[in-house]
């Protein structure tokens, strides 16, 4: 009877809601990026502080990495200059940060077009580490440790260019 007991508290434990994910604080403001460059080519995202280089990450891209994010649905990391526009501790890929995507040319050239330019483009993570195959619908992947480096170190309006 006592293992049921100590069975029926185990299962309600697995059931009970998950407690609220607590990020990272941010890091004391010498110490944080002013800009963030992407290299798609080379999958590679920087952290800048006056010019200098303070961070460098392999990065994972959209699943059709090359060329501008032109609508929604075409799996594209967009190009370009953007914002960091937000923040989701609560992500289903651990941790994100908004990019502006899609700006005012991006919403101009779309509907030009008649199609939807999308949106909710991030930098996130959910990236196993050791993973090497671009994998999102057009956001850049991180692994769950970067993208709490990069969380402390990236403060909302962060600028972010995007090159090819």
């Not at 992407?38 to 920087?46: F, I, L, Q």
């Not at 370009?80 to 908004?98: C, D, E, K, P, T």
């Not at 996130?124 to 969380?151: F, K, N, S």
Request: net charge positive; with cysteine.
């Amino acid at each position: 009877m006592k293992a049921l007991g100590i069975l029926l508290l185990c299962a309600a434990a697995l059931c009970a809601p998950a407690a609220a994910r607590t990020p990272p604080a941010m890091a004391p403001e010498p110490q944080r990026a002013d800009s963030i460059v992407v290299d798609k080519s080379e999958r590679r995202m920087r952290l800048l502080r006056d010019g200098k280089l303070i961070r460098t990450y392999s990065i994972l891209l959209g699943d059709a990495p090359i060329g501008h994010k032109r609508q929604q649905g075409d799996e594209r990391t967009p190009e370009g200059a953007y914002r960091i526009s937000g923040r989701n501790q609560n992500s289903r890929f651990h941790l994100s940060l908004r990019v502006s995507y899609p700006n005012q040319a991006d919403r101009k050239h779309a509907s030009a077009r008649g199609v939807d330019p999308g949106g909710d483009i991030m930098i996130h993570g959910g990236t196993p580490p050791g993973y090497r195959r671009d994998w999102t619908d057009g956001c850049i992947a991180l692994t769950d440790a970067q993208i709490e480096e990069v969380w402390s170190l990236v403060p909302t309006g962060t600028p972010i260019r995007i090159d090819p």
